[in-house]
């Protein structure tokens, strides 16, 4: 047996199968402790310069989400009047951004906007490049506070969590048995948003709405269609199921669509637009929710101009105007909040397309 | 086995080894059905709902995809090969059939399905050619095509995603059609059962695929053409892979370059559980398809019965251990039965 062969087929195939990630199932750092120290104050009056450079470094190119995320940025960049330079790895390893956060900073680049692929294993070369006088920011996945200014946060958990409910509870009609059908039983951002989504439905409010059940279709069609099917047949009364993941989200949709289910069982969660939008025109979903990535990319920009042009430092309680988003403060450890997420009915589904 | 019967062996010894090991083919398919009973019954008396015809039909769909899988890989199995990627070529052929869909909006349906065929046909073809020309073990061959088309899957799509709303109507209504109530998609499944148990039940090169797992020096020696038969088994299980592909873009509509990750597994289990022996020589895609149809209908029924997720695996992998037991004594026995039967007729 040519065991060489093997190895070699076997490696080029699991670097090939690491490409992969975005959406809504990793775990974003934002909930870690500490904050970046800044001596030196901002000057809230001061002009965004214009002829920045600024680097953009999502986890991987080609990926769908941070092709969005990008053209909010590249449009901030043209309305700021400055120079936003995507680049990235193809594949969405922990070390993998390393040369390309070392590249920025030796082209004396003015800021660095970067969605880490893993909190440590960049922030030695962030904090190396922010030594060489680059601003950092972060967002959709935080790096380690310390090697980084601000943190661009895509939602609070709470936002998330509580606007999953109340979408469930306007489609159910305020009462009965609802679901959770989640991703796999341990990812960090589902469980947080299963807790909140708890700590709600205990809120008066809620009192006509009971969870039966928490289900995990582990992020993957086959398993999410029969878990799916599990829920509607163990619980005869079901009224809603929430589905917070993407991938969940979208099965459920077509499981439902395709079944007598369909209209007498309401659904929700997180998933995009063009996913969605065949589920929303056929009425078995009538509102899911995500936030925009490209809106996302616009902000983490704007704050990476705000942070070059010293109009902010990153220390808690400044202010600062990010375009056509209005004013945003930064919070605790540094971080921004993009704001809820954007709710897509049949009404406003036609205006999005990612 | 088989291979040291010679002319000389009686004839009421012969018919009695065969009646023993067509019996014991017989109870191998009789005791899943067994099975899926003691599974499907004490579901139903705690949930009437799970015999209900809505999730009769999800029960039969769930399977069914599996079940095609394992049709195509009994006939690698028989051969006493294994056919690994098979994960990889549905997910390769259900991403370019349903891109092929969306970039071409007026695609006829068998067309396009068509199309997700050729591509399972290709990659078979490939796996083919290295383990019967290449005469590198199917094992090593198909374990490292299985990351290179999953691998080639991922650099087409380059992180994109087909959606429902891309696909044609017609290719999703396949996916929820019904004929008299049974959905179109096991249909399909039947049709393909049926033909290759006919194969290889009634015709000659399907018999010389029992005799190659068997013994295949000695299939050699009998004049089967071997690397030919081992092509072809390969060619099949791709091809069939490559439909079920395209049946799964009609099923789940949302489809990226993740999809099938892992299913070689199930698939591999599928046909362990029917009576498919891993070494070669006996089985049926009957038993196979079955074998399929439990695997799926216990999953559901740990989702009806409200099993706690974290232990749904744990139990469903306890029940393959079982019937891979139960197998090898069957096998052990039926091994044991032949031999007494062949060393009474040289005496």
Redesign the interface.
Known sequence: ??TR??LA??V??????T??G?GTTKDSAGDQTGGATNAAKGDPNAALKEGLKITFLPK?V???YF?VAQKGAEQAGTAIKAEVKPTGPSDAAASSQVTYINTAAQQKQDALVISANDANAVAPALKSARQQGLKVVTFDSDAAPDARDVFINQATSNEIAAGQVKLISEAVGGSGEIAILSAT?NATNQNAWIEVMKTELAKPEYSGLELV?T??GND???TS???T???L??H?NLKGIISPTT?GV??AA?YL?????KGKVQLTGLGTP??M???V?DGTVKSFALWDPSKLGYLATYTAAALASGQITGAEGEKYKAGDLGDYTIGAKGEVVLGPPTVFTKDNIDQFDF | MTAQLTPAVAPSRRTAARRLSTRVGRVRELGIVVALALVVIPTAIV?P??IQP??LR?LLL?AS?VALLAVGQTLVVITRNVDLSVGSVLGLSAFLTAQHFADNPGTPLLLGIGFGIAVGLACGLLNGLLVALGN??SL?VT??????F??VD??LA????V???NLPDAL?NL??ARVMGIPVLVLITLVVIVVAAVYLRSYRSGRELYAIGSNPEAATLAGIPVAKRMLTTFVLSGLVAGLAGALWVA????VDA??G?G?ELQVVAAVVVGGVAIFGGSGTVTGAALGALLL?TI??CL????IP??WQQAISGALLLSAITVDRLLALRLAKALRTSEGTSHA
């Open positions: 047996m040519n062969l093997v087929l076997v080029s195939g699991a670097v090939a199968l490409a992969c975005g991987q080609n990926n769908p092709t039983p059940e289900a995990y993957d069609d086959q269609f029969q878990k099917q599990g829920l047949q163990a005869p991938v979208a099965a077509r669509s395709s079944s007598e289910y063009n996913q939008r065949k589920f025109q | 949930n709902r799970f809505q999730s999800d769930n995809i590198v073990p090593v374990l490292g095509t299985l990351y290179v999953r691998g991922f650099a380059q992180g994109k995603q959606n429902a709303a999703l996916g929820s099923r789940y509509g949302t993740a999809a990750t299913l799926g999953t559901s989702v009806v019965l409200q997720a974290f």
